[in-house]
């Protein structure tokens, strides 16, 4: 029997990511609007043979987030992004994110199903809802849902998008140059859904993608996102920082799925994990220190304060963090994930830290599993958490960009080759082939 292989997706977000000083390291980019650096990207996760290129997708600004280069701090189209990256490749997956909250199921059929058929059955929709106050100023027709109820609309949504992907039976489209006919309307219906928060009668005027539909992706936690994620979800998206809390998420969503009726064999769970690879472990734990230099305690303070929802705008880098988080996470936020996440990672330094250094602490990696070392030290504790099957993939997120994927593909992809749990090619043309679904 074939060893099972595990897959792999890189996160295009930038210019700063989860590593919030990425644009400034020396070996990124310098021309984020462009599209050469898209295609530089889109080739090297290729040559990797990563199955998915991941790209997310915010509809609003932050000033502080501008400021300091932080992960959306600018955004380009995700649609038009996976169109450039889909340009200069034939295999790798787009995994597009776009919002049921501010786009209609028109359009997010359309978009999504030309998308499909231009990159030959490449596409994945990631299902986000745009949870948050700054998302809504920019849209004040939307009516504003507490989150269950995004997720209610969210179901409306996806349900209506899959109805017009569907709208063109088989063999409508004909194209006959001999009779002439193009396409035989009889064979066309217009799926006509009403729901309580969405209607569109449809039908869409493209026919069935060559995949049938993008593939679905999702990353929802609370438990009416992970419903929602089990409910819809063919690829996960899950960022936990250890093996056990993987584990339990994967387990969960397993059994929530088979309580929608689904198959749970037929759900990718791919984990982020943050790699920094280097010629020695001593190099790769050198490089991970680097990485501090690069943040300020300015930037870092205003990383944090978004994740944890403190108000740390007036705050003193040099403050005490004991004393930060005992005045001001009055509202919940100490039992938030971010504050949580944060002592966990600073252990005992977390008595006599600055709010300045943890903030820089949380922004080498945010929440995500950071694994240094060299590229066989780190395909072998990715062959092993794989093994374990807390995950069926893993979400690589970058400290620099495009170089991080390409280091992962020289140095990380021919040791997991090595040991058996990655593919040496692709195994076919469509998204949907290569993740087996
Ligand atoms: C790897 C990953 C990528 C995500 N990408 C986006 C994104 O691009 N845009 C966005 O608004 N939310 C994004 N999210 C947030 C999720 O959609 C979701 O809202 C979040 O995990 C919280 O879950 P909840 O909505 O159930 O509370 C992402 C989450 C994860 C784990």
């Not at 977000?13 to 050469?36: M, N, Q, V």
């Not at 093996?243 to 799925?257: E, N, V, Y």
């Not at 780190?378 to 994927?405: K, W």
């Amino acid at each position: 029997m074939t060893q099972r292989q595990l897959f792999l997706g890189g996160y295009v977000l930038f210019p700063g990511g989860h590593f919030a000083g990425a644009w400034r390291h020396p070996y990124s980019t310098r021309d984020w609007l462009g599209r050469d650096f898209l295609h530089d990207t889109a080739r090297t996760l290729e040559a990797a043979k990563f199955d998915l290129a991941f790209i997310p997708e915010t509809v609003s600004f932050r000033a502080g987030f501008a400021r300091h280069g932080l992960s959306n701090a600018i955004k380009h189209d995700p649609a038009q992004v996976a169109a450039q990256l889909a340009a200069v490749t034939t295999n790798l997956g787009l995994g597009v994110t776009l919002s049921t909250s501010f786009n209609p199921p028109y359009n997010l059929a359309r978009t999504l199903a030309s998308l499909d058929h231009l990159s030959g059955g490449r596409v994945a929709w990631n299902v986000i809802q745009s949870n948050g106050p700054a998302n809504y100023a920019n849209f004040p027709d939307v009516e504003q849902l507490d989150r269950n109820a995004l997720y209610d609309r969210g179901d409306e949504v996806v349900e209506a998008v899959q109805a017009l992907w569907r709208s063109w039976g088989e063999g409508a489209l004909v194209v006959d140059q001999e009779t002439g006919v193009f396409a035989n309307p009889d064979l066309i219906t217009a799926p006509d859904y009403k729901g309580t928060h969405v209607a569109v009668r449809g039908p869409l005027n493209l026919p069935p993608t060559p995949q049938g539909g993008p593939v679905i992706i999702q990353a929802g936690d609370s438990p009416r996102g992970r419903e929602f994620g089990a409910r819809w979800g063919e690829v996960i998206f899950a960022i936990e920082r250890t093996q056990a809390d993987l584990q339990a998420k994967k387990d969960d969503l397993r059994a929530k799925a088979r309580a929608a009726g689904r198959d749970p064999e037929k759900i990718r769970l791919f984990a982020a994990v943050q790699t920094i690879v280097g010629e020695s472990t001593e190099i790769a734990r050198a490089r991970r220190d680097h990485l501090r230099t690069l943040v300020t305690p300015e930037a870092g303070i205003e990383f944090f304060s978004q994740f944890s929802r403190l108000d740390l705008g007036d705050v003193d880098a040099d403050e005490p963090l004991r004393k930060v988080l005992d005045e001001r996470a009055t509202d919940g936020q100490a039992e938030g994930r971010a504050v949580v996440a944060l002592l966990e990672l600073l252990g005992p330094r977390a008595a006599n830290a600055t709010i300045g250094e943890a903030a820089v602490e949380f922004s080498t990696s945010e929440l995500t599993p950071q694994l240094v070392g060299t590229g066989a030290e780190i395909a072998e504790q990715l062959a092993e958490l794989f093994g374990s099957g807390a995950a069926d993939g893993f979400l690589i997120t970058p400290t620099h960009v495009p170089g991080s994927f390409d280091e992962f593909g020289r140095a990380v992809v021919p040791h997991l080759q090595r040991l058996g749990v990655y593919k040496t090619e692709y195994a076919g043309t469509t998204l949907r082939g290569n993740l087996g679904l």
